[in-house]
C-alpha cells in the first residue's frame, strides 16, 4: 500500500476498527505490501493475505463480503470477477475515482475501460460506498442501479495538539502535506502566493513526488521568486509528521478533487485550521468556524490566503480547536466501523 493518500491510512485503520467489533478481517494489497501495511494498534488481529486475489480468498476462507478499494486497475476487475464467481457480495469504495476532475485525466483510456468493463463491474457490485454526499450525487447520476452507502473516513484525534505560542516565531509556516501531483493544485497555490507575498510567512509543501510533478511545482516556485519562502520538504512520517503539524499555523490544500480529504482531517485533528477549495468536500469548515473553503482557482486561493494569514495567532489557534472539537464529535473510528458494518449487513446476497 502507498504510504501517502488517504487509503494507505483509512483502509488499514478501518480494518482495526471492525476487528475490534469482532469482524474477521483480512487485508489485502495487489503490491503484496499487506504484511508491511502500518496500523495504529490491534495488529495481530488483522490477517494480512499475499498472493493473487484468487489466492488471498482462498487463504481467508469463508468470506461473507469484499470490499474492494478503488477504481479502473487491473486489481479490481480480478475482484469483480472472483466475487461473481463465487457469489460473494461486493462494497467498493469509489475513492473520487468517479469524480469529474479524476475521470477527465487520461480521459482516452478512462473512457475505453469504462466501456470495455469498469461500468459492468459496477453494476455487478451489491454496494457502492462514498466518503461524501457530493460524491454519492455524482454516482447516482450514473444510473448504475446500485445502493451507495456515504460513510465518512474516520480520524485518529492524537492527545496532543497544537499549543498556543508554539509559533511566536517567525516566519510563521502554513504548510501542505499530501501528495505532490496534478490533483492537488500546488501550481494555482504558487502563484496565489506570489500574488499575496504574506508578510512574515512561509510555505512548507511536504510529500512524495508523483509523476515526477515536484519538477513542475520548484519550476513555478523558481519562475515566481519564492525560493527563500517555499521549500519542499519530502515525504514525512511518524514523529516528523506530527511535529510539521503542530509547528504550522496554516494547513492549506488547493485542490482539485477530494473524495474525503484525509489530510484535512488529520490537520484539524492536531488544532489546525485549514485552507482548501470546493474541491474538498468539507463545508463544515466554514460553518464550525475552522478554516475557509474557495474556488479551486488562482483568484479563489489567493483571497483564501489573504483572509488567512491576516488573522493573528491567537485568532488561528481559537479557529483550530473548533476544528479538533469537530472531528472528534464526528469522525470517531468507533462509529465509522459500526455504520460500515451495518452497511455490510444490508448487502444480503448477490442477484
Known amino acids: 500500500m502507498p504510504a501517502y493518500g488517504g487509503p494507505a491510512y ?16 483480512g487485508l489485502w494489497a495487489p503490491d503484496q505490501s499487506a504484511p508491511s501495511a502500518s496500523f495504529p494498534q490491534g495488529e495481530s488481529a488483522i490477517n494480512r493475505l499475499t498472493g493473487s486475489a484468487a489466492e488471498a480468498l482462498n487463504a481467508f ?9 478503488g477504481l479502473w486497475m487491473r486489481h479490481n476487475h480480478q475482484l469483480s470477477t472472483e466475487a461473481s464467481r463465487r457469489h460473494i457480495p461486493r462494497m467498493v469504495s469509489t475513492r473520487g ?24 463491474d459496477l453494476q455487478c457490485a451489491t454496494g ?11 454516482i447516482e447520476r450514473l444510473r448504475l442501479d446500485v445502493p451507495v452507502h456515504v460513510i465518512p473516513n474516520g480520524v485518529d484525534v492524537p ?20 501528495r505532490v501531483y496534478p490533483v492537488k493544485g500546488l501550481p494555482m497555490l504558487v502563484e496565489a502566493w506570489a500574488r499575496v507575498r504574506p508578510a512574515d510567512w512561509r510555505l512548507i509543501i511536504a510529500g512524495p513526488d508523483e509523476a515526477g510533478h515536484r519538477n513542475v511545482v520548484e519550476g513555478a516556485v523558481s519562475a515566481a521568486g519564492l525560493s527563500e519562502v517555499v521549500s519542499f520538504a519530502g515525504p514525512l512520517h511518524g514523529d516528523e509528521k506530527r511535529e510539521a503539524l ?29 485552507l482548501t477549495t470546493t474541491g474538498a468536500p468539507w463545508p463544515q469548515l466554514s460553518t464550525a468556524g475552522c478554516g475557509w473553503q474557495v474556488e479551486p482557482t488562482v483568484d479563489g486561493i489567493a483571497g483564501g ?18 476544528g479538533r472539537r ?26
Open 97 to 120: 475515482m468517479l469524480e469529474p476532475w479524476a475521470v477527465n485525466h487520461k480521459r482516452f483510456k478512462k473512457r475505453l475501460a469504462w466501456f470495455m468493463y469498469q461500468r459492468r
Open 159 to 178: 492527545d496532543q495538539s497544537r499549543p498556543l505560542g508554539a509559533a511566536l516565531k517567525t516566519p510563521r509556516t502554513a504548510l501542505f502535506l499530501g
Open 326 to 351: 469537530l472531528v472528534s464529535a464526528e469522525f470517531g473510528w468507533d462509529q465509522v466501523a459500526r455504520r460500515m458494518a451495518a452497511a455490510y449487513a444490508a448487502l444480503g446476497s448477490p442477484g
Open 128 to 138: 457502492l460506498h462514498t466518503t461524501a454526499d457530493s460524491e454519492g450525487a455524482h
Open 10 to 25: 483509512s483502509v488499514p485503520r478501518l480494518a482495526v476498527a471492525l476487528s475490534n467489533l469482532g469482524i474477521d478481517v
Open 305 to 322: 490566503l489573504l483572509r488567512a494569514t491576516s488573522h493573528d495567532q491567537a485568532q488561528l489557534f481559537a479557529m483550530g480547536a473548533l
Open 61 to 69: 476462507g469463508n468470506t461473507d463480503v469484499i470490499h474492494d478499494n
Open 246 to 274: 503542530l509547528n504550522a499555523e496554516l494547513f492549506v490544500l488547493p485542490t482539485h478533487s477530494e473524495s474525503f480529504g484525509m489530510a484535512i482531517a488529520e490537520a484539524l485533528a492536531h488544532g489546525l485550521p485549514v
